[in-house]
T-cell receptor, first 111, second 114 residues
């Protein structure tokens, strides 16, 4: 059983399009992180959300943490080829514990 | 400010040999986590260590795998008598203290067992 379900698994879009990827769970997390991973590299932290309902923006990326702290979404506006990569969400049940990762969404943005 | 460092980046071993993977956390970070990434399976937690202590090893296979984080030097993940199923990317992450959930990842070590 996958504790964190990410959808869609694969997404292929054209440059300039908007997209949203989702991270869902039946468990409550104390915090949730989003990472981007490129082939042959480690995950790079994009954002950490800790408060239910929290919205954070990072340039064209908007992250939202669900009110109940069970789910999160990542919205990208006007996608660019440089956004291509594997987007991973990871939750922690409490501070200092291991992260639970979803399997990720592989995004491909073509020009 | 250097990030998390791992070496080697690539490691090839024959079945039955030992593999040693090293991780130097970010400066000022005393918490280290090891994860394994298999194709189609995502990142899976293996072990969480603080200096000289193993805090949580619930994700570590009971046999052949061990980890340490000595007072001085890097954290080491050791795999004895490797088998083909051990082939994977192994990532180390570090955090400053237990009160924060933010973990920063290294570039990984890609282990190939022939």
């Amino acid at each position: 059983t996958q504790l964190l379900e990410q959808s869609p698994q694969f997404l292929s879009i054209q440059e300039g399009e908007n997209l949203t990827v989702y991270c869902n769970s039946s468990s409550v997390f104390s915090s949730l992180q989003w990472y981007r991973q490129e082939p042959g590299e480690g995950p790079v932290l994009l954002v950490t959300v800790v408060t239910g309902g929290e919205v954070k923006k990072l340039k064209r990326l908007t992250f939202q943490f669900g009110d109940a702290r069970k789910d999160s979404s990542l919205h990208i506006t006007a996608a660019q080829p440089g956004d291509t990569g594997l987007y991973l969400c990871a939750g922690a049940w409490q501070a200092g514990t291991a992260l639970i990762f979803g399997k990720g969404t592989t995004l491909s943005v073509s020009s | 400010n250097a990030g998390v460092m791992q070496n080697p980046r690539h490691l090839v071993r024959r079945r039955g040999q030992e593999a040693r993977l090293r991780c130097s956390p970010m400066k000022g970070h005393s918490h280290v986590y090891w994860y394994r990434q298999l194709p189609e399976e995502g990142l899976k937690f293996m072990v969480y260590l603080q200096k000289e202590n193993i805090i949580d090893e619930s994700g570590m296979p009971k046999e052949r795998f061990s980890a340490e984080f000595p007072k001085e030097g890097p954290s080491i993940l050791r795999i004895q008598q490797v088998v083909r199923g051990d082939s994977a990317a192994y990532f180390c992450a570090s955090s400053r203290q237990a009160v924060t959930d933010t973990q920063y990842f290294g570039p990984g070590t890609r282990l190939t067992v022939l």
